[in-house]
């Protein structure tokens, strides 16, 4: 499935069918899901609480979680949300089941987009579709005369002129904290640059000009960002967006309706959004396309799968997008694209466009030898070289005991 076209379908399609009232049964089997903690998901797992027993646990640190949870005898939780990013240590443990005969018996309302097939089976239903792009403070941009940076050279130019007006505690926000998101942010700059993490024979790729030229650009960007960015992660950064602490930032869509929420934000109106930035001239955006969807455990009873099944139907309704439009660039039935889905719709169209995120093992390994070994660069324990020389000794290491790598 090209991730391009998943991301436009829900982008600018407007896919028809019947609105449900509320939740349209009562559930009686306990079901349970572990997901994400933005927006959308309080959307779509309260439409499904909204049916009876059933309990969501909402945590930004649900991929470390999930395999272990799942993988339990009896698993401990009936629904996992995940993206391509995360839905891959499930799927190489057996973990969550195929859904065909689900899909089949509740997903009228469903379009082929949503069906996340592996090896001809269907093991995931995407709701929305996501990215990194960039959001900027219209108003601030205005009174300094300044144009939206199209690359991160243009963003570093803006940096400085907001830097030296002192309109924001800091001039840019990013998710650069210590880990999984810091890892991210590399593989945005890395993929900007044209970068490749494995070659054919899963050997590592990342030491290499594309390698350095992006440890170089996050460390320019770094001395605009708040000190403590390496704690800094999607939440860090859009609350320093909505108290007004800082001009822009190259961050998940998923984010951008929560600008607008005038009961925690002091910028409503304020925000908007544009493409990523390129890395380097005739390149992608420096990103990467995703789709977050919801799996069912396969260690669970085939009532509770079929339950489980029967109440991501009710959270993922006509009803359910209708109330939270903004939340996402949902895949839903009624989606209306608005204002803030502008900066990812403007990536996924560029021309060249940025990759899909690899669900890949090699690329899981990768990722979380990037989140290790990364930091040490940003604190100044290494330098460049030795950073990207660590990385691929982490991965091959990692890659031996995995089996992909003699």
């Known amino acids: 499935m090209m991730m391009k076209h998943l991301l436009m379908a829900g982008a600018v399609a407007l896919m028809g069918t019947t609105a449900s ?23 779509v797992t309260d439409a499904m609480a909204e049916c009876g027993n059933f309990e969501a646990e909402l945590d ?6 999930q395999p272990a949870a799942f993988a339990a005898k009896l698993s401990l939780y009936h629904i996992g949300g995940v993206s391509n990013g995360t839905v891959t240590p499930l799927l190489n443990e057996g973990t969550i089941r195929p859904l065909d005969d689900l899909v ?23 709701m929305m579709v996501n ?11 205005a009174d300094l005369g300044l144009d939206v940076p199209t690359d991160w050279d243009g963003v570093l130019d803006a940096s400085a002129k907001i830097a030296e007006a002192g309109v924001v505690d800091y001039p840019l926000g990013a ?17 900007g640059y044209g970068g490749s993490f494995v070659n054919a024979d899963s050997t590592p790729a990342v030491d290499s000009e594309a390698g350095m030229k992006a440890l170089e650009t996050m460390k320019a960007l770094s001395a605009y960002l708040d000190p403590e960015y390496l704690v800094s992660d999607s939440t860090y950064v859009q609350q320093q967006f909505q108290q007004g602490k800082i001009a822009m930032a190259n961050l998940w869509a998923s984010r951008a309706g929560a600008m607008d929420n005038e009961e925690e934000s002091q910028v409503v109106g304020k925000v908007a959004t544009a493409a990523a930035p390129l890395a380097m001239e005739g390149g992608a955006p420096a990103t990467t396309l995703w789709w977050d969807g919801m799996v069912v455990a396969a260690n669970i ?35 209306q694209p608005g204002k803030m889905a502008q900066g990812a719709i403007a990536t996924a169209t ?43 000794a982490a991965y091959t290491t990692a890659a031996k005991e995995a089996g992909l790598l003699k």
């Open 21 to 43: 009232a509320a939740c349209s049964y009562e559930n009686t089997v306990p079901i349970k899901s572990l997901s994400a903690g933005f927006e959308a998901w309080k959307s």
């Open 60 to 65: 930004q640190e649900f991929r470390t979680k």
């Open 104 to 126: 089949e018996k509740y997903g009228q309302n469903l379009t082929p987009n949503q069906l996340i097939r592996i090896d001809g089976k269907v093991m995931a239903i995407a």
């Open 131 to 141: 990215t990194q792009h960039l959001m900027y403070r219209e108003d601030i941009f």
């Open 175 to 191: 998710t650069m904290k210590s880990g999984w998101n810091l890892a991210q942010d590399f593989v945005n700059m890395f993929n």
């Open 301 to 335: 009873t085939d009532e509770e799968a079929d339950a489980a099944f029967r109440l991501m139907m009710e959270g993922l309704d006509e009803e359910m997008v209708t109330a939270h439009n903004d939340d996402a660039i949902w895949l839903v039935s009624g989606y």
């Open 350 to 392: 560029a021309s060249p466009a940025p990759a899909p995120y690899p669900s890949t093992s090699q690329m899981g390994l990768m990722h979380t030898a990037l989140g290790n070994e990364l930091p040490s660069f940003f604190t100044g324990e290494r330098d460049a070289a030795a950073t990207l020389a660590a990385i691929e």
